[in-house]
RNA sequence: GCUGGCGUAGCUCAGCUGGUAGAGCAUCUGAUUUGUAAUCAGAGGGUCGGGGGUUCAAUCCCCUCCGCCAGCUCCA
């Protein structure tokens, strides 16, 4: 073959030499181009900028604009990584190093714990050998012989990986000169490239993510094509910081968790007491708006009752502990389901009673294992808006469109405007692994697809991901600062009508097994709560704040007039609080600021003389004098309106 | 549960690898009566997470338990 002919995506067509790499045509377009270059893309194969063409291709040059040319640049710094470990810790093992969002990490076996000392060294080393600017070298190895050199190199999980993972001949990778590793690649071309990381924590993480396996060390870094790009990345995490609900939960003294009581149990406080009580009293209006029942049931019931549900056996780990009353044994309930079945169960119901929709707002504890609680997200007590509709076939399509169209009222009305949904469905049966008759997963399949066509949601369809017991789909939403949370999710279960027997008496005369949909909108209140603190970074919305106004008067003169208006602004349902401390004005405004209060109120002599307030909005700040009446009436519809301001 | 780090006043944090603890804010008291993000002064407040050990002596060293943080695993 005398000459290579590469096309480029322009649709020219160069003719190289046999020798010829991708870096090369890259530097015969423009020098600029050959500067920003990451990474080549070859027939649609992602490719090292310096291995030579093999056969006429198609070539497509990566730039740091290609999301997919940050994620070799990323594991290219995570072998940099290693290489830097290896030259100051010889011993240590290596196992896997991927890219993630916004950086990566690296796994390493070795007998000492890595201190964060080390950490500053080995990022020294990288900086190191990245000046050097060493070459990533490709290497082609055969599959035997390859087993047998990392063997030799007491490289025991590159050995797993390669016996598991390598086809007959794999590639290899250098970088220095005491660095290989096996790795499918590609690379950048050398370590010159390399502009912007930062070592951030280490971590324990099993090896191949199974808690079986041995633990192995992780050190988490971030990478970023430019210090920029980089400096603004640690700053949203500075941000998210601020953002974190345990702190603000305690800076505006929202709920707390006490060491005496236990972990993962959540104690409200007045201020987020109230913040609660709105979000709950919300849901249950809108749960008998759409027609659903309130049903209270209790916290614990007899394990019996659990045995029939099938939570004894394959939910128990997740289950505080039997309690020995009289004769018999009870357990703190994990879920809400049976409750609300034997309500159902309790009459008979006919067909034309159907659907039946029981709501709750019903607080379950589960056990989380110790090292897994997380402020409000992940606790041992929480409260579910949970229902369960019974339903007949022709009915799922609808309710299935009511409770997404429920679903997005919520997110909509707290302020969440953007969300993804997901359907998990099962493997058709294949496995046998689900539970149910093979038409009930066609018909609740088909519902859940149909909802989301009937209501213009993009729901991304992922198969064989269903609970073992019903289809579902999820709902994520995306909070102010671009995070997602797993919150709403309508489930259908075909187990529990079976195990409880649940029927109905059809037109027919006969009896029906009915559906059974599961579903929580919020999730859990505790959790949503957690996200809302975040998401408006302790800022609530008017009609969400414990305290909405703070009627601040100047002297002691003002405190009747400002008395007066804080009865009058309570009397309208108004959540006010009169300042009457000794203090400045200043000093009152800087205390409603710092704890996100929405409107002070400032009253000198000139308002208390007149009727009028002189307004100040905790963000948009004075907003001069207007009369009280005037106040009332916009702050009270802005409150009634739930106003997202 | 596992790995690593951490636990000092209500909060945020100092405390020189052993000699029974400090600051700012908050609280209380007094003075000040103040116009849009901190008025001044004084006072009180800590079995230095719990228990055990080493030592003449432990906030500091060792063991153990509890809790918190970052992850892993698991998950609403």
Same mark, same amino acid.
């Given at each position: ?83 830097? %470990? ?93 660095? &290989? ?52 990345? /640690? ?44 979000? @709950? ?25 659990? *045995? ?16 020995? /009353? ?110 149910? @008759? ?23 369809? &992922? ?12 709902? *994520? ?18 187990? /529990? ?13 006969? *009896? ?17 709560? !957690? ?22 008067? &100047? ?32 000093? *009152?405004?800087?205390?409603?600021? %710092? ?9 000198? !002599? ?40």
């Amino acid at each position: 073959m005398n000459s290579i002919q590469v096309t480029l995506p322009d649709g020219s067509i160069h003719q190289v030499a046999p020798g010829t790499t991708p870096l090369d045509v890259a530097r015969g377009i423009s020098p600029r181009l050959a500067d920003a270059a990451i990474v080549a893309k070859v027939d649609g194969q992602l490719f090292d900028l310096n291995r030579p063409f093999e056969a006429d291709s198609a070539l497509q040059i990566l730039t740091t604009k290609d999301s997919e040319a940050l994620e070799v640049y990323r594991h290219s710094t995570a072998h940099l990584c290693a290489a830097a %470990v290896l030259e100051l810790f010889p011993e240590t093992k290596l196992a896997i190093g991927p890219p993630i969002e916004n950086g990566f990490y690296y796994d390493f076996d070795r007998p000492d714990k890595f201190t964060p000392d080390d950490l500053d060294r080995i990022e020294g080393k990288m900086w190191e050998l990245q000046a050097k600017a060493l070459p990533f070298e490709r290497k082609l190895m055969e599959k035997a012989a390859g087993i047998e050199k990392y063997t030799a190199m007491n490289e025991p999980m590159k050995v797993e990986l390669i016996t598991e993972r390598a086809g007959d001949i794999f590639t290899e990778y250098t970088l220095g000169p005491n660095f &290989i590793d096996f790795c499918r690649g590609p690379h950048l071309p050398d370590t010159s490239k390399i502009k912007a990381f930062k070592l951030l924590n280490i971590a324990g993480a099993y090896w191949k993510g199974d808690e079986k396996n041995k633990q192995l060390q992780r050190i988490y870094a971030t990478a970023w094509f430019t210090k920029k790009d980089q400096d603004e990345y /640690l700053t949203r995490l500075e941000e998210a910081k601020k953002r974190d609900h345990r702190k603000i939960g305690q800076e505006l003294d929202l709920f707390s968790i006490q060491e005496l009581a236990g972990p993962g149990l959540i104690f409200f406080h007045p201020k987020g007491g109230i913040i609660r009580k709105t979000l @709950e009293d919300w849901m249950r209006e809108a749960y008998l708006k759409r027609g659903y029942s309130l049903v209270y049931t209790p916290h614990v019931m007899r394990r019996d009752l659990w *045995k029939v549900s099938g939570h004894a056996n394959f939910y128990s780990e997740n289950m505080f502990a039997p309690m020995e /009353l009289d004769d018999a044994e009870y357990q703190l309930k994990p879920m809400n389901c049976p409750g609300h079945i034997l309500i159902y169960r309790d009459r008979q119901h006919s067909y034309r009673d159907l659907p039946v929709r029981l709501g709750e707002l019903g607080t379950v504890y589960r056990y989380e294992r110790s090292g897994t609680m997380h402020g409000l997200l992940r606790v041992r007590g929480f409260t579910q808006d949970d229902a369960h509709i019974f339903c007949r076939p022709d009915q799922v399509e609808d309710e299935i469109v009511a409770c997404l169209d429920f679903a997005t009222d919520t997110l909509r009305t707290f302020g969440f405007t953007s969300y993804k949904a997901e359907i998990s469905t099962w493997d058709g049966g294949v496995s046998g692994k689900y539970d149910g @008759e093979p038409d009930k997963w066609v018909l609740a399949e088909g519902a859940l697809r149909k909802a989301c066509d009937r209501l213009g949601i993009e729901a991304k369809v &992922i198969p064989d991901e269903a609970a073992f017991y019903g289809p579902k789909i999820d709902v *994520k939403l995306v909070d102010a600062i671009g995070r997602l949370w797993q919150l709403s999710t309508v489930q259908f279960d075909f187990t /529990l009508p079976n195990r409880f027997e649940l029927e109905y008496v059809g037109a027919d005369g006969a *009896k029906h097994r009915p559906l059974m949909v599961h579903r929580a909108l919020f999730g859990s209140v505790e959790r949503f709560f !957690g996200i809302l603190v975040e998401h408006y970074a302790g800022a609530f919305p008017t009609w969400l704040a414990p305290v909405q106004v703070a009627v601040l008067p &100047i002297t002691d003169k003002q405190i009747p007039y400002a008395q007066d208006l804080t009865e009058k602004l309570k009397a309208a349902g108004v959540r006010a609080v009169l300042d009457d401390r000794g203090e400045k004005v200043n000093l *009152k405004i800087r205390d409603a600021q %710092v704890q996100k209060v929405p409107y002070m109120l400032v009253c000198g !002599g000139r308002e208390a003389e007149a009727g009028l307030v002189a307004v100040r909005h905790r963000k948009r700040g004075d907003a001069g004098a207007i009369p009280f009446e005037q106040f009332l009436e916009t702050v009270t519809a802005e409150i009634a309106a739930k106003s997202l301001e």
